[in-house]
Protein backbone atom coordinates (compact mmCIF):
# COMPACT_ATOMS: atom_id res chain seq x y z
CA UNK A 1 0.00 0.00 0.00
CA UNK A 2 2.92 2.38 0.01
CA UNK A 3 1.78 3.76 -3.53
CA UNK A 4 -1.21 4.98 -2.41
CA UNK A 5 -0.50 7.19 1.21
CA UNK A 6 1.10 6.36 4.38
CA UNK A 7 -2.47 6.24 6.09
CA UNK A 8 -2.28 3.78 8.21
CA UNK A 9 -4.99 1.15 6.66
CA UNK A 10 -6.83 -1.51 8.88
CA UNK A 11 -9.12 -4.40 7.49
CA UNK A 12 -12.42 -5.91 8.77
CA UNK A 13 -13.51 -9.35 7.60
CA UNK A 14 -17.12 -10.05 8.83
CA UNK A 15 -17.18 -13.84 9.20
CA UNK A 16 -20.43 -13.87 11.95
CA UNK A 17 -23.13 -15.42 9.69
CA UNK A 18 -24.81 -18.30 10.12
CA UNK A 19 -25.35 -18.87 6.46
CA UNK A 20 -28.81 -20.82 6.51
CA UNK A 21 -28.91 -21.26 2.93
CA UNK A 22 -25.90 -23.66 3.14
CA UNK A 23 -27.73 -25.82 4.97
CA UNK A 24 -24.46 -27.77 6.73
CA UNK A 25 -23.21 -28.31 9.73
CA UNK A 26 -19.90 -26.32 8.60
CA UNK A 27 -20.17 -22.42 8.89
CA UNK A 28 -20.47 -21.09 5.66
CA UNK A 29 -17.18 -18.57 5.69
CA UNK A 30 -15.59 -22.29 6.60
CA UNK A 31 -16.54 -24.16 3.17
CA UNK A 32 -13.46 -24.56 0.55
CA UNK A 33 -13.05 -23.62 -2.34
CA UNK A 34 -9.36 -23.84 -4.42
CA UNK A 35 -7.59 -25.41 -1.05
CA UNK A 36 -8.84 -22.73 1.08
CA UNK A 37 -11.77 -21.81 3.56
CA UNK A 38 -13.98 -19.03 1.69
CA UNK A 39 -12.62 -16.59 4.47
CA UNK A 40 -9.18 -17.90 3.91
CA UNK A 41 -9.27 -16.37 0.85
CA UNK A 42 -10.38 -13.34 1.78
CA UNK A 43 -8.06 -13.05 4.27
CA UNK A 44 -4.95 -13.86 2.29
CA UNK A 45 -5.86 -11.13 -0.70
CA UNK A 46 -5.81 -8.30 2.33
CA UNK A 47 -3.20 -9.35 3.67
CA UNK A 48 -1.38 -8.50 -0.04
CA UNK A 49 -2.50 -4.97 1.04
CA UNK A 50 -0.07 -5.05 4.30
CA UNK A 51 -2.49 -3.54 6.82
CA UNK A 52 -1.68 -2.11 10.11
CA UNK A 53 -4.02 -3.93 11.47
CA UNK A 54 -6.88 -7.36 10.68
CA UNK A 55 -9.49 -8.51 12.51
CA UNK A 56 -11.97 -11.18 12.03
CA UNK A 57 -15.54 -11.09 14.01
CA UNK A 58 -17.34 -14.05 14.46
CA UNK A 59 -20.27 -15.09 16.62
CA UNK A 60 -21.93 -18.31 14.85
CA UNK A 61 -20.10 -21.52 15.27
CA UNK A 62 -17.90 -19.11 17.30
CA UNK A 63 -14.72 -21.81 17.74
CA UNK A 64 -14.55 -23.54 14.31
CA UNK A 65 -14.41 -20.41 12.77
CA UNK A 66 -11.47 -18.79 15.32
CA UNK A 67 -9.32 -21.44 15.54
CA UNK A 68 -9.58 -22.15 11.24
CA UNK A 69 -8.68 -19.05 11.00
CA UNK A 70 -5.74 -18.33 14.05
CA UNK A 71 -4.40 -21.79 12.45
CA UNK A 72 -3.56 -20.30 9.55
CA UNK A 73 -3.27 -16.71 9.83
CA UNK A 74 -1.64 -16.55 13.37
CA UNK A 75 -1.52 -12.47 12.87
CA UNK A 76 -5.20 -11.99 12.92
CA UNK A 77 -7.22 -10.75 16.06
CA UNK A 78 -10.21 -12.43 16.48
CA UNK A 79 -13.15 -10.51 17.58
CA UNK A 80 -16.50 -11.47 18.77
CA UNK A 81 -20.34 -10.32 18.20
CA UNK A 82 -22.45 -10.21 20.74
CA UNK A 83 -26.09 -11.01 20.29
CA UNK A 84 -27.04 -7.74 18.34
CA UNK A 85 -27.44 -8.93 14.63
CA UNK A 86 -26.82 -7.20 12.02
CA UNK A 87 -23.28 -6.48 9.70
CA UNK A 88 -23.56 -2.86 11.46
CA UNK A 89 -22.86 -4.45 14.73
CA UNK A 90 -20.30 -6.61 13.71
CA UNK A 91 -18.53 -3.13 11.89
CA UNK A 92 -19.29 -1.80 15.46
CA UNK A 93 -17.17 -4.70 17.73
CA UNK A 94 -14.58 -4.25 15.67
CA UNK A 95 -13.81 -0.77 15.66
CA UNK A 96 -14.24 -0.71 19.64
CA UNK A 97 -11.18 -3.46 19.19
CA UNK A 98 -9.29 -0.43 17.22
CA UNK A 99 -10.34 2.07 20.11
CA UNK A 100 -7.26 3.70 19.28
CA UNK A 101 -6.47 3.32 15.43
CA UNK A 102 -6.97 6.12 12.97
CA UNK A 103 -6.88 5.85 9.50
CA UNK A 104 -9.03 4.18 6.66
CA UNK A 105 -10.61 0.98 7.59
CA UNK A 106 -11.30 -1.75 4.99
CA UNK A 107 -14.84 -3.86 5.17
CA UNK A 108 -14.89 -6.76 3.63
CA UNK A 109 -17.28 -10.07 3.73
CA UNK A 110 -16.05 -13.47 4.84
CA UNK A 111 -17.85 -14.84 2.24
CA UNK A 112 -16.64 -13.33 -1.04
CA UNK A 113 -13.72 -15.35 -1.89
CA UNK A 114 -12.71 -13.99 -5.65
CA UNK A 115 -11.32 -10.27 -4.81
CA UNK A 116 -8.40 -9.62 -6.39
CA UNK A 117 -5.71 -7.69 -4.70
CA UNK A 118 -5.85 -5.39 -7.64
CA UNK A 119 -9.47 -4.09 -7.21
CA UNK A 120 -9.18 -3.37 -3.66
CA UNK A 121 -5.77 -1.38 -4.05
CA UNK A 122 -7.49 0.48 -6.85
CA UNK A 123 -10.67 0.48 -4.33
CA UNK A 124 -8.37 1.78 -1.43
CA UNK A 125 -6.77 4.50 -3.86
CA UNK A 126 -9.87 5.87 -5.65
CA UNK A 127 -11.17 6.49 -1.69
CA UNK A 128 -8.28 8.54 -0.62
CA UNK A 129 -8.03 10.02 -4.15
CA UNK A 130 -11.50 11.03 -3.86
CA UNK A 131 -11.98 12.24 -0.05
CA UNK A 132 -15.08 10.49 0.35
CA UNK A 133 -16.21 9.61 3.76
CA UNK A 134 -16.62 6.02 2.17
CA UNK A 135 -16.11 4.20 -0.99
CA UNK A 136 -17.86 1.31 -1.92
CA UNK A 137 -17.46 -1.72 -4.44
CA UNK A 138 -19.94 -2.44 -6.41
CA UNK A 139 -21.07 -4.67 -9.70
CA UNK A 140 -23.21 -4.64 -12.67
CA UNK A 141 -25.12 -8.58 -13.10
CA UNK A 142 -28.03 -9.31 -15.46
CA UNK A 143 -29.87 -10.91 -12.59
CA UNK A 144 -28.79 -9.43 -9.39
CA UNK A 145 -31.63 -11.64 -7.16
CA UNK A 146 -30.26 -12.20 -3.69
CA UNK A 147 -27.41 -9.31 -3.63
CA UNK A 148 -28.47 -5.59 -1.74
CA UNK A 149 -29.01 -2.66 -4.67
CA UNK A 150 -26.92 0.33 -5.17
CA UNK A 151 -29.21 3.09 -5.65
CA UNK A 152 -27.92 6.50 -7.39
CA UNK A 153 -29.88 9.25 -7.71
CA UNK A 154 -30.49 11.43 -10.91
CA UNK A 155 -27.21 12.88 -10.74
CA UNK A 156 -25.10 9.33 -10.48
CA UNK A 157 -24.36 9.53 -7.06
CA UNK A 158 -24.59 6.78 -4.95
CA UNK A 159 -27.47 7.61 -2.77
CA UNK A 160 -28.08 4.30 -0.17
CA UNK A 161 -28.00 0.92 -0.91
CA UNK A 162 -30.89 -1.37 -0.30
CA UNK A 163 -31.21 -5.39 1.01
CA UNK A 164 -33.47 -7.87 -1.43
CA UNK A 165 -35.59 -8.23 1.49
CA UNK A 166 -36.68 -4.77 2.07
CA UNK A 167 -36.28 -3.65 -2.02
CA UNK A 168 -39.61 -2.11 -3.44
CA UNK A 169 -40.05 -3.80 -6.77
CA UNK A 170 -38.78 -1.03 -8.39
CA UNK A 171 -35.68 -0.88 -6.64
CA UNK A 172 -35.25 -4.51 -7.29
CA UNK A 173 -35.20 -4.51 -10.90
CA UNK A 174 -31.94 -2.32 -10.82
CA UNK A 175 -29.10 -4.45 -11.59
CA UNK A 176 -25.84 -3.00 -9.73
CA UNK A 177 -25.25 -4.61 -6.68
CA UNK A 178 -23.39 -3.95 -3.20
CA UNK A 179 -20.46 -6.10 -3.17
CA UNK A 180 -19.80 -6.06 0.73
CA UNK A 181 -16.88 -4.29 0.09
CA UNK A 182 -15.97 -0.53 1.64
CA UNK A 183 -13.41 1.87 2.91
CA UNK A 184 -14.38 4.44 5.58
CA UNK A 185 -12.72 6.99 7.25
CA UNK A 186 -12.24 5.86 10.47
CA UNK A 187 -14.17 9.00 12.53
CA UNK A 188 -17.22 9.31 9.90
CA UNK A 189 -17.73 5.40 10.76
CA UNK A 190 -17.54 5.34 13.97
CA UNK A 191 -20.06 9.08 14.62
CA UNK A 192 -22.45 7.33 12.35
CA UNK A 193 -22.85 3.66 12.81
CA UNK A 194 -23.80 5.04 16.47
CA UNK A 195 -27.11 6.04 14.86
CA UNK A 196 -28.54 3.39 12.80
CA UNK A 197 -30.80 1.30 14.33
CA UNK A 198 -32.53 -1.82 13.84
CA UNK A 199 -35.94 -0.56 11.79
CA UNK A 200 -35.72 -3.22 8.84
CA UNK A 201 -37.46 -6.56 7.80
CA UNK A 202 -34.51 -8.42 9.35
CA UNK A 203 -35.05 -6.42 12.86
CA UNK A 204 -31.05 -6.39 12.74
CA UNK A 205 -28.07 -3.78 12.14
CA UNK A 206 -27.09 -3.01 8.65
CA UNK A 207 -23.75 -1.54 7.94
CA UNK A 208 -25.68 -0.74 4.58
CA UNK A 209 -27.53 2.37 6.64
CA UNK A 210 -24.13 4.96 7.40
CA UNK A 211 -23.94 5.27 3.17
CA UNK A 212 -26.88 7.11 3.81
CA UNK A 213 -26.59 8.97 6.59
CA UNK A 214 -23.23 9.65 5.21
CA UNK A 215 -24.88 10.63 2.02
CA UNK A 216 -27.51 13.00 4.34
CA UNK A 217 -24.71 14.71 6.36
CA UNK A 218 -22.97 15.59 2.86
CA UNK A 219 -19.93 13.89 3.91
CA UNK A 220 -18.83 12.08 0.50
CA UNK A 221 -20.08 8.94 -0.72
CA UNK A 222 -18.64 7.25 -3.90
CA UNK A 223 -18.53 3.67 -5.56
CA UNK A 224 -16.11 2.09 -7.34
CA UNK A 225 -17.96 -0.53 -10.18
CA UNK A 226 -15.61 -3.89 -10.03
CA UNK A 227 -14.16 -4.86 -13.18
CA UNK A 228 -15.13 -7.97 -13.11
CA UNK A 229 -18.56 -8.50 -11.57
CA UNK A 230 -17.83 -12.40 -10.83
CA UNK A 231 -15.02 -11.59 -8.84
CA UNK A 232 -17.67 -9.60 -6.50
CA UNK A 233 -20.14 -12.15 -6.27
CA UNK A 234 -20.74 -13.69 -2.43
CA UNK A 235 -21.64 -17.03 -1.94
CA UNK A 236 -24.68 -17.56 0.20
CA UNK A 237 -25.67 -21.51 -1.06
CA UNK A 238 -24.16 -24.46 -2.78
CA UNK A 239 -24.99 -23.37 -6.04
CA UNK A 240 -23.37 -20.62 -5.63
CA UNK A 241 -19.95 -21.80 -4.00
CA UNK A 242 -19.54 -24.53 -7.17
CA UNK A 243 -19.66 -21.24 -9.32
CA UNK A 244 -16.96 -19.69 -7.16
CA UNK A 245 -15.29 -22.48 -7.33
CA UNK A 246 -15.50 -22.97 -10.65
CA UNK A 247 -14.16 -19.29 -11.49
CA UNK A 248 -11.47 -19.77 -9.07
CA UNK A 249 -10.18 -22.62 -10.63
CA UNK A 250 -10.53 -21.26 -14.22
CA UNK A 251 -8.54 -18.42 -12.79
CA UNK A 252 -6.01 -20.76 -11.34
CA UNK A 253 -5.48 -22.36 -14.22
CA UNK A 254 -5.12 -19.61 -15.99
CA UNK A 255 -2.04 -18.31 -14.30
CA UNK A 256 -0.08 -21.44 -14.29
CA UNK A 257 -0.83 -21.64 -18.29
CA UNK A 258 0.60 -18.41 -18.52
CA UNK A 259 3.63 -19.46 -16.30
CA UNK A 260 4.46 -22.50 -18.52
CA UNK A 261 2.73 -25.56 -17.66
CA UNK A 262 0.91 -26.91 -20.64
CA UNK A 263 -2.61 -27.91 -19.48
CA UNK A 264 -4.83 -30.04 -21.91
CA UNK A 265 -8.26 -29.76 -20.58
CA UNK A 266 -8.63 -26.98 -18.31
CA UNK A 267 -12.69 -27.76 -17.66
CA UNK A 268 -11.11 -31.33 -16.48
CA UNK A 269 -7.73 -29.90 -14.71
CA UNK A 270 -8.46 -28.72 -10.77
CA UNK A 271 -5.63 -27.01 -9.17
CA UNK A 272 -5.70 -25.20 -5.74
CA UNK A 273 -4.21 -21.93 -5.07
CA UNK A 274 -1.53 -23.31 -2.70
CA UNK A 275 -0.47 -25.63 -4.91
CA UNK A 276 3.07 -25.13 -7.34
CA UNK A 277 3.80 -26.05 -10.94
CA UNK A 278 7.06 -25.69 -12.33
CA UNK A 279 7.78 -24.49 -16.21
CA UNK A 280 7.21 -26.90 -18.89
CA UNK A 281 4.52 -29.42 -16.32
CA UNK A 282 2.15 -31.26 -18.75
CA UNK A 283 -1.01 -31.30 -17.16
CA UNK A 284 -3.25 -33.84 -18.82
CA UNK A 285 -7.22 -34.14 -18.50
CA UNK A 286 -9.11 -35.20 -15.42
CA UNK A 287 -6.61 -34.06 -13.32
CA UNK A 288 -6.78 -32.77 -9.55
CA UNK A 289 -3.47 -30.44 -7.98
CA UNK A 290 -4.84 -30.08 -4.64
CA UNK A 291 -3.39 -28.45 -1.31
CA UNK A 292 0.37 -28.48 -1.24
CA UNK A 293 1.10 -30.67 -4.12
CA UNK A 294 4.51 -29.22 -5.67
CA UNK A 295 5.23 -30.49 -9.32
CA UNK A 296 8.93 -29.98 -10.71
CA UNK A 297 9.95 -29.07 -13.85
CA UNK A 298 9.16 -31.24 -17.06
CA UNK A 299 6.48 -33.71 -15.34
CA UNK A 300 3.76 -35.48 -16.65
CA UNK A 301 0.99 -35.95 -14.61
CA UNK A 302 -2.57 -37.22 -15.83
CA UNK A 303 -4.58 -37.65 -16.75
CA UNK A 304 -7.62 -39.31 -13.95
CA UNK A 305 -4.68 -38.54 -11.26
CA UNK A 306 -5.55 -37.15 -7.75
CA UNK A 307 -2.89 -35.48 -5.96
CA UNK A 308 -3.19 -34.66 -2.84
CA UNK A 309 -0.15 -32.72 -0.81
CA UNK A 310 2.49 -34.51 -2.77
CA UNK A 311 5.91 -33.50 -4.25
CA UNK A 312 6.80 -34.79 -7.57
CA UNK A 313 10.10 -34.68 -9.17
CA UNK A 314 11.38 -33.40 -12.66
CA UNK A 315 10.51 -35.59 -15.57
CA UNK A 316 8.69 -37.85 -13.60
CA UNK A 317 5.39 -39.20 -15.01
CA UNK A 318 1.89 -40.01 -12.89
CA UNK A 319 -0.33 -41.94 -14.58
CA UNK A 320 -3.78 -42.45 -13.37
CA UNK A 321 -2.95 -42.46 -9.61
CA UNK A 322 -4.59 -41.15 -6.81
CA UNK A 323 -1.68 -40.04 -3.93
CA UNK A 324 -2.02 -38.21 -0.74
CA UNK A 325 1.08 -36.93 1.07
CA UNK A 326 3.76 -38.80 -1.26
CA UNK A 327 6.98 -38.08 -2.62
CA UNK A 328 7.45 -39.01 -6.29
CA UNK A 329 11.33 -38.66 -7.14
CA UNK A 330 13.00 -37.12 -10.61
CA UNK A 331 11.98 -39.42 -13.47
CA UNK A 332 10.01 -42.18 -11.50
CA UNK A 333 7.04 -43.31 -12.71
CA UNK A 334 4.32 -44.20 -10.94
CA UNK A 335 0.63 -45.94 -12.70
CA UNK A 336 -1.76 -46.24 -13.92
CA UNK A 337 -3.90 -47.25 -11.33
CA UNK A 338 -1.64 -47.01 -8.62
CA UNK A 339 -2.53 -46.02 -5.22
CA UNK A 340 0.01 -44.14 -2.67
CA UNK A 341 -1.02 -43.88 0.75
CA UNK A 342 0.51 -41.20 2.51
CA UNK A 343 4.53 -41.43 4.12
CA UNK A 344 5.08 -42.90 0.58
CA UNK A 345 8.86 -41.99 -0.86
CA UNK A 346 9.47 -43.39 -4.33
CA UNK A 347 13.46 -42.23 -5.35
CA UNK A 348 14.76 -41.44 -8.49
CA UNK A 349 13.62 -43.18 -11.39
CA UNK A 350 11.88 -45.45 -9.42
CA UNK A 351 8.98 -47.23 -10.53
CA UNK A 352 5.52 -48.13 -8.59
CA UNK A 353 3.14 -49.71 -11.41
CA UNK A 354 -0.18 -50.99 -11.88
CA UNK A 355 -2.54 -51.87 -9.58
CA UNK A 356 0.15 -50.81 -6.75
CA UNK A 357 -0.57 -49.80 -3.25
CA UNK A 358 1.93 -48.24 -1.09
CA UNK A 359 1.99 -46.95 2.21
CA UNK A 360 4.48 -45.89 4.95
CA UNK A 361 7.22 -47.08 2.53
CA UNK A 362 10.63 -45.89 0.96
CA UNK A 363 10.96 -47.21 -2.33
CA UNK A 364 15.21 -46.49 -3.33
CA UNK A 365 16.66 -45.21 -6.60
CA UNK A 366 16.02 -47.02 -9.48
CA UNK A 367 13.83 -50.15 -7.23
CA UNK A 368 10.78 -50.89 -9.06
CA UNK A 369 7.46 -52.52 -7.88
CA UNK A 370 5.55 -53.33 -10.89
CA UNK A 371 2.31 -55.15 -10.92
CA UNK A 372 -0.38 -56.00 -8.68
CA UNK A 373 1.80 -55.33 -5.48
CA UNK A 374 0.61 -54.12 -1.59
CA UNK A 375 3.96 -52.33 -0.17
CA UNK A 376 3.28 -51.07 3.49
CA UNK A 377 5.36 -50.14 6.32
CA UNK A 378 8.64 -51.51 4.35
CA UNK A 379 12.15 -50.15 3.39
CA UNK A 380 13.34 -51.05 0.18
CA UNK A 381 16.43 -50.30 -0.82
CA UNK A 382 18.31 -49.39 -4.74
CA UNK A 383 18.04 -51.49 -7.56
CA UNK A 384 15.21 -53.78 -6.17
CA UNK A 385 12.97 -55.75 -8.74
CA UNK A 386 9.80 -56.94 -7.02
CA UNK A 387 7.99 -59.95 -8.80
CA UNK A 388 4.04 -59.56 -9.82
CA UNK A 389 2.24 -59.67 -6.47
CA UNK A 390 4.30 -58.97 -4.02
CA UNK A 391 3.06 -58.01 -1.06
CA UNK A 392 4.22 -57.36 2.43
CA UNK A 393 2.20 -58.46 5.13
CA UNK A 394 3.03 -55.56 8.21
CA UNK A 395 0.23 -56.78 10.17
CA UNK A 396 -1.02 -59.17 12.70
CA UNK A 397 -4.03 -58.55 13.82
CA UNK A 398 -2.34 -55.96 16.85
CA UNK A 399 0.88 -54.40 15.67
CA UNK A 400 2.28 -53.01 12.54
CA UNK A 401 5.81 -54.36 11.75
CA UNK A 402 8.38 -53.74 8.88
CA UNK A 403 9.88 -55.11 6.20
CA UNK A 404 13.50 -54.39 4.82
CA UNK A 405 14.83 -55.10 1.58
CA UNK A 406 18.58 -54.69 0.81
CA UNK A 407 20.21 -53.00 -2.72
CA UNK A 408 19.98 -55.23 -6.06
CA UNK A 409 16.97 -57.68 -4.21
CA UNK A 410 15.35 -59.85 -6.57
CA UNK A 411 12.00 -61.31 -5.93
CA UNK A 412 10.01 -63.82 -7.93
CA UNK A 413 6.51 -63.26 -8.72
CA UNK A 414 3.34 -63.61 -5.83
CA UNK A 415 5.95 -63.36 -2.98
CA UNK A 416 4.56 -62.68 0.46
CA UNK A 417 7.16 -60.67 3.26
CA UNK A 418 5.86 -61.93 6.51
CA UNK A 419 7.00 -58.44 8.79
CA UNK A 420 9.22 -58.29 10.81
CA UNK A 421 11.81 -59.59 8.26
CA UNK A 422 14.83 -58.55 6.57
CA UNK A 423 16.27 -59.38 2.70
CA UNK A 424 20.08 -59.38 2.63
CA UNK A 425 21.92 -57.13 0.27
CA UNK A 426 21.60 -59.06 -3.35
CA UNK A 427 19.30 -61.73 -2.48
CA UNK A 428 17.32 -63.76 -4.42
CA UNK A 429 13.42 -65.44 -3.75
CA UNK A 430 11.94 -67.68 -5.92
CA UNK A 431 8.16 -67.38 -7.31
CA UNK A 432 5.55 -67.79 -5.24
CA UNK A 433 7.58 -67.88 -2.08
CA UNK A 434 5.94 -67.03 1.82
CA UNK A 435 9.45 -65.64 3.28
CA UNK A 436 8.90 -65.68 7.20
CA UNK A 437 12.92 -65.75 8.25
CA UNK A 438 15.34 -63.29 7.50
CA UNK A 439 17.14 -64.10 4.10
CA UNK A 440 21.35 -63.69 4.27
CA UNK A 441 23.02 -61.38 1.74
CA UNK A 442 23.48 -63.33 -1.58
CA UNK A 443 21.05 -66.38 -0.59
CA UNK A 444 18.19 -67.59 -2.52
CA UNK A 445 15.03 -68.02 -0.56
CA UNK A 446 12.87 -70.52 -1.60
CA UNK A 447 9.31 -72.31 0.22
CA UNK A 448 8.21 -74.87 -2.26
CA UNK A 449 6.55 -78.50 -1.81
CA UNK A 450 7.33 -81.03 -4.15
CA UNK A 451 4.39 -81.25 -6.66
CA UNK A 452 1.85 -83.80 -6.61
CA UNK A 453 -0.64 -84.86 -9.36
CA UNK A 454 -3.46 -87.15 -8.46
CA UNK A 455 -4.30 -88.86 -11.52
CA UNK A 456 -8.53 -89.35 -12.39
CA UNK A 457 -8.93 -87.11 -9.81
CA UNK A 458 -11.79 -84.80 -11.70
CA UNK A 459 -13.43 -88.24 -13.38
CA UNK A 460 -13.84 -89.66 -10.27
CA UNK A 461 -14.89 -86.55 -8.09
CA UNK A 462 -17.00 -84.23 -10.70
CA UNK A 463 -18.36 -87.13 -13.13
CA UNK A 464 -21.06 -85.18 -16.00
CA UNK A 465 -19.46 -82.23 -16.02
CA UNK A 466 -18.04 -79.82 -18.66
CA UNK A 467 -13.77 -80.64 -17.29
CA UNK A 468 -14.70 -84.84 -17.12
CA UNK A 469 -16.45 -84.11 -20.63
CA UNK A 470 -13.26 -82.84 -21.53
CA UNK A 471 -11.04 -85.08 -19.91
CA UNK A 472 -13.04 -88.55 -21.13
CA UNK A 473 -12.23 -86.51 -24.93
CA UNK A 474 -8.52 -86.12 -24.46
CA UNK A 475 -8.66 -89.68 -23.27
CA UNK A 476 -10.09 -91.01 -25.95
CA UNK A 477 -8.16 -88.65 -28.47
CA UNK A 478 -4.98 -90.48 -27.24
CA UNK A 479 -6.30 -93.76 -27.39
CA UNK A 480 -7.15 -93.76 -30.77
CA UNK A 481 -3.45 -92.10 -31.37
CA UNK A 482 -1.95 -94.78 -29.66
CA UNK A 483 -3.76 -97.43 -31.90
CA UNK A 484 -2.91 -95.58 -34.65
CA UNK A 485 0.96 -95.49 -33.89
CA UNK A 486 0.72 -99.65 -33.45
CA UNK A 487 -0.62 -100.07 -37.05
Known sequence: MSDITATPLAVIVLAAGQGTRMKSRTPKVLHRIGGRALVGHVLATALELEPERMLVVVRHERDLVADAVVTEFPGVQVVDQDDVPGTGRAVEVALEALSEFEGDVLVLSGDVPLLETATLTDLVRAHREGGAAVTLLSARLDDASGYGRVLRDDAGEVHRIVEQKDATAEEAAVGEINAGVYVFRTAS???????VGTANAQGEKYLTDVVALLRDSRLGVSATVAPDAAAALGVNDRVQLAEAARLLNARTVRHWQREGVTILDPATTWIDVTATL???????PGTQILRSTTIAEGATVGPDTSLVDCEVGEDAVVSRTDATLAVIGAGATVGPFAYLRPGTYLGDKGKIGTFVETKNSTIGEGSKVPHL??????????GVNLGAGAITANYDDISKHRT??????HAGSHNVFVAPVRIGDGAKTGAGAVIRKDVPAGALALSVAPQRNVEGWVEKNRPGTPAADAVSRSTQEADDGAQEQDR
Open 404 to 409: EIGDHV
Open 189 to 195: LRSHLAL
Open 278 to 284: APDVTVL
Open 373 to 382: SYIGDTTIGV
